[in-house]
């Protein structure tokens, strides 16, 4: 039997993480504005054919298909499809579920009329391939529209929190908070788009009512930091101090009564 290559493993490991935990119920629960709002500002119509790369549980898929849309949602963490067809189908919309590497689309050049990813694309570790590939399989004059956290917001910040507790990030992997960044999109992108809009956005979450509750859920659903809680698992000692240091990020944003704002970019542009 041949090893498996170094990628592979990679993929597989970044898989596993996304399966972790409940990440549609953080989706559903906690963002779930992101996905309309991004719809909205894409301009998506009937009959256009659609593609939402690492789509997870439809976040954006599903309001794109109420739109009248012909959607394709991507992801590269099929369980997360089971959550997202039974939401499909109590939305009363068509979608169809598509494991993909957004690195490595399995999809023809110029298939769809709009590109769209919504807190998702920036988690593949290799930003230009997925660039790419995003630019690939669209047509002349199709859409781009992206909600990515920014490096500054309040995801930015817990993922630089988390950092020195989680396991090294593979060879050359980029950290995924880049994408919020309009500079940095705009250089993955290069002369290929053009009518950029950037606009940084705050996403007002309201659910948790204490630092402690936002941290508790993120520790039971949200796959990044449960991989991080296991990295350090047999040290208790940092394990307590990650709790802390979760809880007071929180209570630096807090605006009252557990309101927090998180901070995104919403990006949209044009192929070339």
């Keep these: 039997m041949n090893k498996p290559s170094v990628n592979s493993e990679i993929k597989a490991k970044h898989r596993a993480m996304w399966a972790l935990g409940d990440y549609p119920a953080v989706a559903t629960e906690v963002v779930s504005a992101l996905g309309p709002a991004l719809v909205q500002a894409s301009g998506i119509k009937q009959g256009d054919r659609v593609l939402d790369i690492a789509a997870g549980s439809g976040n954006a898929a599903i309001p794109a298909a109420q739109a009248g849309a012909r959607v394709t949602a991507a992801d590269l963490t099929p369980e997360l499809f089971e959550q997202g067809r039974r939401l499909a189908e109590r939305a009363g919309v068509s979608v169809d579920w598509q494991e993909a590497d957004a690195e490595d689309l399995p999809f023809s050049d110029g298939s769809f009329d709009a590109a769209i ?4 694309i920036m988690f593949a570790p290799n930003h230009q391939a997925s660039a790419d590939e995003l630019v690939r399989v669209l047509r002349t004059g199709g ?4 909600s990515n956290w920014t490096p500054d917001g309040f995801i930015g910040q817990m993922f630089s929190t988390m950092k020195p507790y989680a396991p090294p990030p593979p060879p050359g992997a980029q950290p995924p908070p880049l994408w919020g960044s309009q500079q940095h999109v705009e250089n993955l992108l290069g ?10 956005e705050k996403l007002t979450v309201d659910r948790f009512g204490t630092a402690e509750e936002f941290r508790d ?10 991989n991080t809680y296991r990295n350090i698992a047999e040290d208790p000692d940092r394990v307590q101090a990650l709790d802390q240091d979760l809880v007071e990020l929180a209570r630096r944003h807090d605006l009252g009564g557990g ?3 998180w901070e995104y970019l919403l990006f949209t542009a044009r192929k070339r």
Excluded: H, M, Q
């Design 143 to 146: 859409t781009i529209a992206l």
């Design 191 to 200: 002369e290929r788009a053009t009518d950029v809009v950037a606009r940084r």
């Design 217 to 226: 859920f993120f520790k039971a659903c949200y796959g990044p930091t449960i």
């Design 259 to 261: 309101t927090v704002e």
């Design 117 to 120: 990813s919504c807190v998702g």
